[in-house]
């Protein structure tokens, strides 16, 4: 009776929209996307691979942003609310999944918009890296942040940790190192200089009240001469971390706090049982190249002592979604037809040097680890608006696609989550932080979520 329902509404709504848009992936992007095409008109399909909207924005951000957080529920809450737009959770899309991307193209929506972000950690390759103590920064963060089916697994994470990386990521993972675990050291591994790092200044307040500046002064001091040799002013970078310590966290660990620049890793050392022994790294000069300070291995190697390693180097996407694939992510249009800001959203075989037409890129699925939830939002409004563009001078498919696609979910094996089940969901959880007498509450499991939804009986393994 509900299937039949939501069939019948589709029908009449369509009648009266100008025409159909799938839109996967429910992020930051793919939510204000969502919004900006439904108001212009288009009844927009929302598919999530996730039960809860949000994507990072939800299993991301650090527990203890939880005004953040709740700010931002708030606003998807009533993104989700906006006419013409129907959310399908729980539903995955890919090379043989609940639904593949060919499927989807031939129902007839008149354009999709891929916004999965990119959802897979990206690699180096390097000997040791399947060790015991080597992460990769999604596996802390998404178990920190209760993300299922990562919630409550146990990491062997030992007292002297190196992290590869200094994103926004870097900052999140030192944070649940030094005010969390409190270990003994934390060392934070830069392939380039202090005036190339990409985190910004408020994320490193978290962490700066640990530095070890006397160790700092020692690092900044050493590359000064080849600074000043590609024209870069030392005090300048010397200032990007001074600068944080006025407003720093209070600090409430011992945790020494490192930082070596100018160093990448070869290899990751094995103690002879499996397990993490260190890291070796090429020492690095800088080169301009195109403008740009580039590293370049001097031929030098030095070992670190560790026994945990996390790689915050950024992510990948799915290469089994159905799209090709050029180094790490989507292939883009180089010459594209619709372009924002210059920008392309257009999705593109590489082989035969042709756009996949109507499909389109936002957020992370067009450029990894590109930035955080601001960034997130006005990539997905202007990939939005490239779709529009499209749409504007294509004519409607008329193929109610929307009515194939509630057909096609009825058949999973299932549940699929819509946004009256989310109203149910966050009810369940309020209540339950209630009962607690906990500020929040989240269920950590599928199963769990699809219980108090009363969408499945609980399974412990879901």
């Not at 024209?231 to 944080?244: A, K």
């Not at 070992?303 to 390693?309: G, H, M, P, S």
């Amino acid at each position: 009776m509900h299937l039949g329902f939501m069939i019948c509404y589709n029908v009449a709504h369509m009648d009266s929209t100008r025409g159909e848009v799938a839109v996967i992936g429910a992020g930051p992007a793919g939510l204000f996307a969502a919004r900006e095409i439904s108001q212009a008109g288009y009844h927009v399909s929302l598919l999530n691979r996730d039960i809860k909207p949000g994507g990072l924005a939800e299993y991301g951000i650090y527990p203890d942003k939880k005004k953040m957080k709740d700010g931002l529920r708030g606003q998807f809450k009533q993104l989700l609310s906006t006419p013409n737009l129907a959310y399908y959770g729980n539903v995955s899309i890919g090379e043989g999944r609940d639904l593949e991307l060919h499927e989807l193209v031939d129902a007839g929506f008149d354009a999709i918009l891929i916004s999965i972000g990119a959802q897979y950690n990206r690699t180096l390759g390097l000997p040791g890296e399947d060790l015991v103590g080597v992460y990769h920064a999604n596996d802390l963060v998404y178990t920190f942040t209760g993300m299922p089916p990562f919630a409550g697994r146990q990491l062997e994470i030992g007292k002297n940790a190196v992290v590869i990386g200094v994103g926004n990521v870097m900052t999140d993972i030192s944070c649940y190192l030094i005010r969390e675990l409190k270990t003994d050291s934390v060392t934070v591994v830069a392939r380039r200089g202090p005036l190339e790092v990409k985190f910004e200044k408020k994320e490193f307040e978290r962490i700066a009240a640990n530095l070890d500046l006397d160790d700092l002064d020692l690092q900044l001091k050493e590359i000064e001469p080849l600074m000043r040799s590609l024209g870069q002013d030392p005090g300048m970078g010397r200032d990007i971390f001074y600068s944080c310590l006025p407003k720093a966290d209070p600090k409430i660990s011992d945790t020494h706090f490192y930082l070596r620049f100018l160093a990448s890793p070869t290899r990751f050392i094995n103690d002879g049982s499996g397990r993490l022994a260190g890291v070796e790294l090429a020492r690095n000069t800088l080169q301009v190249q195109g403008g740009e300070a580039k590293a370049v291995a001097t031929g030098e190697n030095f070992v670190i002592n560790a026994d945990t390693v996390v790689l915050a180097i950024g992510n990948r996407v799915d290469e089994n979604f159905g799209l090709p694939v050029v180094r790490s992510e989507f292939a883009r249009n180089p010459e594209p037809q619709y372009p924002v800001e210059d920008i392309s959203y257009e999705a593109y075989d590489p082989q035969t040097k042709q756009p996949l037409p109507g499909i389109f890129l936002g957020g992370w699925a067009r450029k990894a680890s590109d930035g955080l939830v601001g960034k997130a939002r006005k990539d997905g409004v202007n990939s939005a608006r490239a779709v529009l563009q499209y749409l504007q001078n294509n004519e409607p498919k008329n193929q109610k696609s929307s009515d194939w696609l509630e057909l096609k979910l009825m058949h999973l094996a299932h549940p699929v989550v819509r946004m009256e089940d989310l109203a149910v969901l966050q009810m369940k959880e309020e209540e339950k932080a209630v009962e607690l007498g906990t500020v929040d509450y989240l269920f950590t499991s599928n199963g769990q979520m699809l219980a108090a939804m009363g969408l499945a009986e609980e399974n412990p393994l879901q």
